[in-house]
């Protein structure tokens, strides 16, 4: 997340709005989120709910949620996904902001 934080301008200037999900309490994401300083938006989801919708992989084994990245549209189209396999395999802003500038 914090790669996105370091970015958010350009996202920003893209008219692009960052929502992370992660797997905590409201309580804990918004403690998490204001330690962090995020300007962007943090979606709690403790029950997973989101998390199966989109088919977020979860391997306890390799410390709980992989990361998943995803580009939706203004008309809510999933236009990209990327799931990741380790919880360092996430794209990088450029590659986000490379499909952002091609909507």
Not at 19 to 37: C, L
């Amino acid at each position: 997340m914090m790669q996105l934080h370091q970015d958010y301008q350009e996202f920003a200037k893209r008219d692009t709005i960052i929502v992370a999900i992660g797997p905590d309490s409201k309580e804990k994401h918004q403690r998490y989120f204001k330690e962090k300083g995020f300007a962007f938006y943090g979606l709690p989801d403790p029950k997973g709910e989101v998390l199966k919708k989109y088919g977020q992989e979860v391997n306890l084994f390799k410390l709980g949620r992989m990361p998943a990245q995803m580009l939706i549209d203004k008309e809510g189209i999933l236009r990209y996904v990327h799931y990741g396999h380790s919880m360092k395999d996430f794209p990088g802003n450029d590659e986000i902001l490379s499909l952002v500038d091609g909507l």
